[in-house]
Structures are given as structure tokens and as C-alpha cells.
């Protein structure tokens, strides 16, 4: 299997950054066909498939690869380095490239709690999703596909 493809159904390859980005997620996306693969991750994800940290694009920008989609700008490698150090310090744990963690109920009930209060949303402030990012957390998280396992 090649770096940029899918993993098995049991994985699910994330960026940093995508670790908040699902947080809020409510069928909204840069294209149909995006949002309809978004949903196909998020699926798995609810199913209890475990997610491995990736350094630069992952399952969820697969759609997006072709055509020079901002996935591979170093800006957005910058964003998910602030992302990573905001989740460790919401979780508690350090985690790096390769490590896998279960987006069970209790850990995202705890990294949305975080991005409630705004402790984790330093990557999403150049973000052209962070408004509506913000009013999703402000409406208590509704509509959203992410509810863990």
C-alpha cells in the first residue's frame, strides 16, 4: 500500500490537525465529493477503526490531492505542529507521528470540551472554516458526524 493510501478499515490515517477539524465536522466541505469521503472516514472512525498520526496529508485530504489543493503548503504543516502540541496538552499525553489513539466518547468529549473554551484552537485562527468551526461549538456540538465509539 502506497504512503497516501487509505489504510485498512480498522485505521484511519489523520493529521494533526484534522484531530480538530473532525470535532465540528457537520457535512459542510470544500465539494460534494469531499464531504461524501469526509463522511465515509468519519463512519469508520464511529465504528471504532483507530486513527494513526501522519505527518502531511492523510485519509481525509485524499479527494483533494490533485490540482494543487493547499494540503501540501508548509503553512498547513505549520498548523498541524500547533495542533499536535494543543491535543497532547488537552489529553495529557504526548503523541507524535505513528501513534494511534481511539476517538472513543471520553477522548473526544474531552478535546471538544477544550475547543469549547478555546485552549485547542490556536491552528484554526487562519482557517477559512474557523467561523463556522466556532458556532457549531457554541450550539453545544450539533449536527455533528463525530461521536466516537
Known amino acids: 500500500m502506497s504512503e497516501r493510501s487509505l489504510c485498512s478499515p480498522e485505521t484511519v490515517r489523520l493529521r494533526a490537525h484534522h484531530l480538530l477539524c473532525l470535532l465540528t465536522f457537520v457535512g459542510k466541505g470544500y465539494t460534494p465529493a469531499f464531504v461524501a469521503h469526509y463522511e ?3 463512519a469508520r472512525l464511529n465504528a471504532g477503526a483507530e486513527a494513526v498520526l501522519v505527518e502531511g496529508p492523510d485519509d481525509i485530504c485524499a479527494p483533494m490531492l490533485e490540482g494543487g489543493h493547499h494540503c501540501l503548503k ?11 502540541a494543543a ?10 507521528v505513528g501513534a494511534r489513539l481511539l476517538l472513543d466518547r471520553e ?3 474531552r478535546l471538544r470540551e477544550a475547543f469549547a473554551d478555546g ?11 474557523s467561523q463556522l468551526c466556532t458556532e457549531v461549538a457554541a450550539n453545544g456540538y450539533a449536527g455533528v458526524r463525530l461521536i466516537g465509539n
Open 74 to 84: 508548509p503553512r498547513i504543516a505549520a498548523r498541524d505542529t500547533e495542533a499536535l
Open 119 to 129: 485552549s485547542i484552537r490556536a491552528a484554526c485562527v487562519r482557517c477559512q472554516w
Open 87 to 96: 491535543v497532547e496538552a488537552a489529553l495529557g499525553t504526548r503523541i507524535g
Open 40 to 42: 465515509r472516514v468519519v
Open 107 to 109: 477522548r473526544v468529549a
